[in-house]
């Protein structure tokens, strides 16, 4: 009886071990994407199809700064389109939602 009780819950045990160890690598691996993403200096430069070097925008004289741009298009850029990465909206919503604000104001 005691050799079957002990394999139940060995059998039980192992899936559960094995998953706290998946959670302990995802965490490590969390961690690890987070302090990379802190530490970096400079925006995220696009595609690796393209060449660092290349530049995409009008400004081929220039030096490239991120996605295929000049600094002053990437600037351009990111004020029109409120950015690439999320939590930044897009200027339509914005307009759309002053505009909404100021109809429930009256």
Do not use: W
Not at 16 to 32: I, P
Not at 35 to 47: A, E, I, M, W, Y
Not at 68 to 76: D, Q, S, T, W
């Amino acid at each position: 009886m005691g050799v079957i009780i002990q394999f139940l819950f060995s059998y039980v045990t192992l899936p559960l071990y094995a998953l706290v160890t998946q959670m302990e690598d995802f965490t490590e691996k969390e961690r690890e994407l987070r302090t990379s993403s802190l530490t970096r200096k400079q925006p995220n430069t696009g595609s690796k199809e393209t060449s660092l070097d290349e530049v995409l925008c009008r400004h081929k004289e220039r030096k490239p700064f991120a996605y295929g741009l000049c600094n002053e298009c990437y600037e351009e850029f990111m004020k029109v389109s409120g950015g690439l990465d999320g939590g930044s909206d897009p200027p339509a919503f914005q307009r759309a939602e002053k505009e909404r604000l100021a109809k429930l104001s009256i």
